[in-house]
């Protein structure tokens, strides 16, 4: 009964190669997010959808490319990946139409390596 | 960049005692949230505190913020060795979508 669920929970991968993640949410969100933690835990917001249109597209490389099927998933496919794209990708979502308040609800990660 | 930063970035303490955090931040907030993230694992809320209050309290949590000092604590009292963990504050942006945006973080050490 995992509210928000992500996998692969870990990936090793190549340089050059492409790869995807994939997030799930059961609670009924409206909005869902893809955030960026790299290795000091600085957490950065790359992308944002409501009701499976995106609204917050952060400046991140063309590489990265998200997709929402349906407003309870939310893929991130990301291209030609780079040793700087090693981090872990957390999925969040949160109930309602987005405005500035509330609280996310996360899911548990998914740390990339790229080697 | 970061809304938000936190003091300290790393604290170590012994069970029982309490543990405090500072987060400062840069442009007016309609409120200001508090996550705590275990090794390894996603962030989980632990309190949210409006810009019109001064002070909230949740089990061991206290929470201050100060708007005209654009600053927020956390206080953790008789911390236990599972406390041990990350501890965030994050604001929303103003924009009409909004971006909650992190600090930094503090790492919790809680030694038994």
């Known amino acids: 009964d995992t509210a928000v669920s992500q996998t692969p929970k870990y990936l090793v991968t190549q340089m050059g190669n492409d790869k995807s993640i994939k997030c799930e949410q059961n609670?009924?969100?409206?909005?869902m997010y893809w955030y960026k933690q790299d290795s000091k835990k600085f957490l950065k917001i790359m992308f944002s959808?409501?009701?499976?249109?995106?609204?917050i597209n952060e400046t991140v490389p063309n590489r990265f490319s998200p997709k929402s099927p349906d407003k309870a998933h939310l893929n991130l496919h990301i291209n030609s990946l780079e040793l700087g794209d090693s981090a872990v990708y957390f999925c969040?979502?949160?109930?309602?139409?987005?405005?500035?308040?509330?609280?996310?609800?996360f899911g548990e990660g998914s740390r990339l390596t790229v080697l | 960049s970061q809304q938000g930063e936190e003091d300290p970035q790393a604290l170590s303490i012994q069970e029982g005692e309490n543990a405090t955090m500072n987060c400062s931040y840069k442009?007016?907030?309609?409120?200001l949230q508090w996550y705590r993230q275990n090794s390894g694992r996603g962030l989980v809320h632990l309190i949210l505190?409006?810009?019109?209050?001064r002070e909230k309290h949740s089990g061991r949590l206290r929470v201050t913020l100060d708007t005209s000092k654009k600053s927020s604590s956390l206080l953790i009292t008789a911390s236990r060795a599972a406390d041990t963990a990350s501890y965030f504050c994050?604001?929303?942006?103003?924009?009409?979508?909004?971006?909650?945006?992190f600090g930094a973080g503090t790492q919790v050490v809680v030694t038994p």
């Open positions: 442009t007016s907030i309609n409120n």
């Open positions: 609670l009924g969100h409206d909005t």
């Open positions: 994050a604001t929303w942006t103003t924009d009409s979508w909004g971006k909650l945006q």
């Open positions: 969040a979502s949160r109930p309602g139409t987005p405005t500035n308040t509330g609280e996310l609800f």
């Open positions: 959808y409501n009701n499976k249109e995106l609204i």
């Open positions: 505190i409006r810009s019109n209050e």
